[in-house]
């Protein structure tokens, strides 16, 4: 159990992800160019009690870690998603391999840009996959430098090809490479739960700790949410539910009415793209304590009812 944290940010409405509306998406992934913005939703997260952030290594990550101050920084516990694959995607599919790698090691300190690179250079004519996903965590760990991570979750459709494969040496080296190499604790993100479970019992794997979709009305939960309930019995790690909403469908409240009640739940993630959403959203929490784990009690600091906003 490695997570003090029951409610983590997350940052899909800081990136303009929104299973509702692509036009809505747009407007937030405008809206929060300015970090400022970003900043704001952050600052009043943890003026409520939540002090954890998930991220990837996008477009917002460096200017925010540089725009938090020192305190800021030492009482924000980081849970980074690698590899940031729609990053990848979307710069070589404009820039060409060459220039969109020139463009993702911008950020990264001289030294060890040179180290990424010639990895990076020699994996690739090596053709050395597990060399590669090597240098691939350490390149998008590099702006995670200064902060406190406390979980490197493996982004869903990496653990999800890897199982698909039955490359079971794929998830074996991403374990021991991030605990033993970079010092840090690993997690596994998934969009198929049940098959995870069953898949890492048979590889005699066990993955402490999983971020799935769970929500009322089954949004995200492969094959179906009867299946990924039943699998939660035969889960003995730790549970970070997403997409808790079910990408906006479900009402705060009645949301987490459910979720709150799941076995095995170590955290959740939520998101808000404004303020009044994320009093809505840890009100909901709050009305709901009796049913949760004492530490959500301990780590919601809301205003009364009457002073909101």
Known sequence: MVSDDPIILGHNQ???????????????????????????????????????????????????????????????AFYPVVPYL???????????????????????????????AVRGARQLVRRDILDALAALVDLELAPFDDTKIKVVFLHNQVTDLAMALDAK??????????????????GYGTDNFAFLVKKFKEWGIRAPNVMAAFNKIGFLMNPS???????????????????TLAGGRLAPTDAYDYVLKLPRLRSVIVGYSTIQHGLETLRAIESLLERADPRFAETIKLPPQKNLG
């Open 169 to 186: 040496h794929v998830i074996e080296f991403y374990d021991a490479y991030v605990r033993d190499h970079r010092k840090l604790v690993p």
């Open 86 to 116: 729609r990053k990848y995607v979307k710069e070589a599919s404009s820039k060409g391999l060459v220039q969109a790698a020139l463009g993702l090691l911008s950020n990264v300190h001289t030294r060890k840009k040179i180290d990424l």
């Open 14 to 76: 800081f990136i303009g992800i929104n299973y509702l509306s692509q036009d809505r998406g747009r407007e937030l992934k405008s809206a929060f160019e300015d970090i400022e913005k970003v900043l704001e939703i952050l600052r009043f997260s943890k003026r409520h009690g939540v002090n954890a952030l998930m991220f990837s290594n996008n477009e917002l990550l460096d200017p925010l870690v540089k725009s938090l101050s020192a305190d800021e920084r030492d009482s924000l």
């Open 225 to 243: 949410k009867e299946a990924c309930e039943s699998a939660l019995h035969d889960f003995d790690g730790d549970l970070f539910a997403m997409s």
